[in-house]
C-alpha cells in the first residue's frame, strides 16, 4: 500500500485561499443581491426612491452608448438642456462605467443596465478589498473578508446605493493602494507608475471625489506613517518616483478632459454655499442608518437615525457596539504604530466629515474645520458628508487587522470572546434591501419613431413639465430611446449661481416658470396675449419642435393650459401620451426643412 504523497504547506496555503476566494464571491455576490433585491423583483416597474439621481444615471449611460455607437463628444451632450447642451466632465457622467458598459446598454436598455450596475459595483468593491487585505494586510482569509465585506456593505455604502453607484464603485481604490504599496516595495518607477496612472485616470472617468478622497488619505496616511516608523522612510525614494511618473502620464491623459470640465462649454466653478453645511452629526456614530438591519428590528425608539443630508448621504452610522470594539482594537493592537495612523486617519476624516459645523442631533456644538477647507479651490465642490467614506474603508482595515491578530496570537477564549463582539458590533449593520418605488413607464412616442415626423436635425423636444430636478422622469424616458432627440430643460449641474457656482437647473424662463407653478398649485391663471408672446419667444430660443407629455401629476389642468395659451390642439398618442406640434405656430410651416 502507497502512502499518500504530503503536499508543501505552500500548496495547502494556496488551495485554502482558493477556497475562501470562492467564499468571497458567494459573500459579496449575496450581499449585493440583497441590497438590490426590491428593485430586481419588478425590472421595469420600480425605481429608487431617489428616483431624481437614477433617471439622470440612466441618461449618462445611454449617453455613453451613443459615444460609443455615434461618435458623439464624451465631454459634452446637447441631448439635454437644448441647445446649450451639459458638461458632462462637470457632472457625474460615469465614462469609465458607461462606456464599458455601452454594449449592456445598447442591448438591454439603460435602465435594466443601471441595476446590474449598481448590483456589480458592490461585488467588485468588496472582491477589491478582500484581494488587497488578502494579499498584503493579513495573514487570515477570514479576517480579509470580515474587513472587505465591511469596506463594501457599510451602512454608508449601502445608503449611497441609493442611485450613487459612482460613490459605491470604489473597487479601483483597494487596487490604487495596492499599487502604491508595491511601488514604496521596489525601484521599477516607470512600471508602477504606469500601472497606477491607469487606475488614476479610469477612476477619474468614475468618480473625481472619490479619487481626491483617496489620495488625500493616502498623504496623510504615508507621512504620519513615514513620521512614526523611521523604517518606512527608506521607501520613500522608490515611492516618490513611481508617483512622478504617474503624475507625469495621469497629467497627460487627464488635461483635455480636465480642460473641457473647467474651461469648457457650461463650466462652473464650485457649487452653492449650502453644499459644505451636508456634514454628518455625532450622534450618527452611535445611531443606526436606515438600510440596517438594526432598524428593521428595533423599536422605533431605539432605531431613529441620526440627522443627516438625505436618506442617500446616510454616510457614518456605525452603532455604539462597533464604535467600542474599534476603540478597542486600537488599544489592545496600540503597540503597532501603523495601526495607530489608521486610527488617527479615520478620526480625522470622521471629524472632517462633520461640515462647516459639529452638531449633536442637530444641534450645531461649534464649528468643523471643515468651514476653513470649503473656501478652497476644488474642496468647494465636495460633500463633506462624504469624506466619511475614508473612515468607513480604514475601519475595514482595523476590522480585518484586529480578527487576524485575535485568530494568530489570542488565546482560544480571549479569540472567542473577539469574535462575539464582532458579531454583536457589524449583525445591526447589516444591510436591508434598497427601499423601491414605482416607475413611471416611458411614453411610446420617444422609441417608436412617430415624433421623426414632427423634430427636424437641430431643433428639440420640451416635455411638459419640463426637466427639473422634482421632474426627473424625461431624462430616464429619453435614454430609454436612445437619446434620439434633444430636449430642453434637464436635471444637471451648470453655471448659473453667484459667482460662477453651479446649480442643478438652467436658469428659468417665462414658460417653464409658468408651467411649474401650475403643477405645483394645480391653478391655471387667466392667459393673456402677451403671455402667449412670451411662450413663443421661448420655443424659439429653445428651437423647439414638439412638446411631449407622459405620465405626470395634473396632467388634465397642464393639457388644457398648454393647448389655451398657444392655440394648438395636442395628438393623443395612446395611455397618457399627448404631443403638440408646435412647428407652424413658431416657424410657419409644418414639414419643410427648417433653418
Not at 270 to 277: C, D, M, N, R
Request: aromatic letters at 8%.
Amino acid at each position: 500500500m502507497t502512502a499518500a504523497r504530503a503536499e508543501p504547506p505552500a500548496v495547502t496555503g494556496a488551495r485554502r485561499l482558493r477556497r475562501w476566494d470562492l467564499a468571497a464571491v458567494a459573500v459579496m455576490v449575496s450581499g449585493a443581491l440583497t441590497v438590490v433585491w426590491n428593485l430586481c423583483r419588478d425590472v421595469s416597474g420600480t425605481m429608487n426612491v431617489n428616483y431624481a439621481d437614477q433617471h439622470q444615471f440612466e441618461f449618462f449611460l445611454a449617453h455613453g452608448a451613443a459615444v460609443v455607437r455615434e461618435g458623439r463628444n464624451p465631454f459634452h451632450t446637447t441631448a439635454m438642456n437644448f441647445p446649450d447642451g451639459v458638461n458632462t466632465m462637470a457632472n457625474t457622467s460615469v465614462l469609465g462605467l458607461s462606456l464599458p458598459l455601452s454594449p449592456l446598454t445598447m442591448t438591454i436598455g439603460p435602465h435594466a443596465t443601471f441595476l446590474v450596475l449598481l448590483g456589480l459595483v458592490f461585488v467588485l468593491t468588496g472582491l477589491a478589498w478582500y484581494a488587497l487585505l488578502s494579499r498584503t494586510v493579513v495573514a487570515s482569509p477570514v479576517a480579509a473578508l470580515v474587513g472587505a465585506a465591511w469596506c463594501a456593505f457599510a451602512p454608508g455604502m449601502v445608503s449611497h446605493g441609493n442611485a450613487h453607484p459612482n460613490l459605491v464603485g470604489q473597487f479601483l481604490v483597494p487596487l490604487i493602494v495596492w499599487q502604491v504599496i508595491r511601488a514604496a516595495r521596489r525601484r521599477r518607477p516607470w512600471r508602477d507608475g504606469a500601472v497606477l496612472a491607469l487606475l488614476v485616470v479610469w477612476q477619474a472617468f468614475i468618480n473625481e471625489e472619490i479619487l481626491l478622497f483617496t489620495a488625500v488619505g493616502l498623504a496623510v496616511f504615508t507621512g504620519l506613517a513615514a513620521a512614526v516608523r523611521p523604517d518606512l522612510r527608506r521607501r520613500a525614494r522608490p515611492l516618490i518616483a513611481a508617483l512622478a511618473v504617474t503624475a507625469l502620464l495621469a497629467g497627460a491623459a487627464l488635461a483635455y478632459p480636465l480642460w473641457w470640465q473647467f474651461a469648457g462649454p457650461q463650466a462652473y466653478h464650485g457649487l452653492g454655499a449650502h453644499i459644505p453645511t451636508y456634514g454628518n452629526d455625532l450622534a450618527s456614530l452611535l445611531t443606526y442608518s436606515t438600510q440596517s438591519l438594526a432598524s428593521a428590528v428595533l423599536p422605533e425608539h431605539l432605531a431613529t437615525p441620526a440627522p443627516a443630508p438625505n436618506q442617500t448621504e446616510e454616510t457614518a452610522y456605525f452603532g455604539p457596539p462597533l464604535v467600542l470594539l474599534l476603540a478597542g482594537l486600537v488599544w489592545w493592537l496600540r503597540r503597532d504604530r501603523t495601526v495607530l495612523v489608521l486610527a488617527a486617519v479615520t478620526v480625522l476624516f470622521g471629524v472632517l466629515s462633520c461640515g462647516t459645523a459639529i452638531s449633536w442631533w442637530g444641534r450645531p456644538l461649534l464649528a468643523g474645520p471643515w468651514q476653513a477647507a470649503s473656501r478652497l479651490p476644488i474642496l468647494d465642490s465636495v460633500v463633506p458628508a462624504r469624506l466619511a467614506l475614508v473612515s468607513i474603508a480604514v475601519a475595514g482595515v482595523l476590522l480585518a487587522l484586529g480578527a487576524d491578530r485575535a485568530r494568530r496570537v489570542a488565546p482560544r477564549p480571549a479569540a472567542v470572546a473577539l469574535g462575539v463582539a464582532y458579531a454583536v458590533a457589524l449583525l445591526p449593520t447589516v444591510p436591508t434591501p434598497l427601499a423601491a418605488v414605482p416607475r413611471h413607464r416611458t411614453p411610446a412616442v420617444l422609441v417608436n419613431g412617430v415624433l421623426d415626423a414632427y423634430v427636424t436635425p437641430g431643433h428639440a423636444i420640451m416635455f411638459i413639465p419640463p426637466t427639473r430636478v422634482t421632474v426627473p422622469e424625461p431624462m430616464g424616458w429619453l435614454a430609454e430611446g436612445g437619446l434620439r432627440y434633444a430636449m430642453t430643460g434637464g436635471y444637471f449641474l451648470g453655471p448659473g449661481g453667484d459667482r460662477g457656482r453651479g446649480v442643478s437647473a438652467p436658469p428659468g424662463r417665462f414658460f417653464d416658470t409658468w408651467l411649474y407653478d401650475i403643477r405645483r398649485t394645480g391653478y391655471v391663471p387667466p392667459i393673456t396675449a402677451q403671455q402667449r408672446a412670451l411662450a413663443v419667444a421661448d420655443l424659439r430660443h429653445w428651437r423647439v419642435d414638439a412638446l411631449v407629455m407622459g405620465p405626470t401629476r395634473r396632467s388634465g389642468r397642464l393639457r388644457g393650459a398648454v393647448t389655451r395659451l398657444l392655440g394648438v390642439t395636442p395628438q393623443y398618442s395612446g395611455a397618457e401620451d399627448w404631443v403638440w406640434n408646435v412647428r407652424p405656430l413658431l416657424w410657419g410651416h409644418s414639414h419643410a426643412p427648417l433653418p
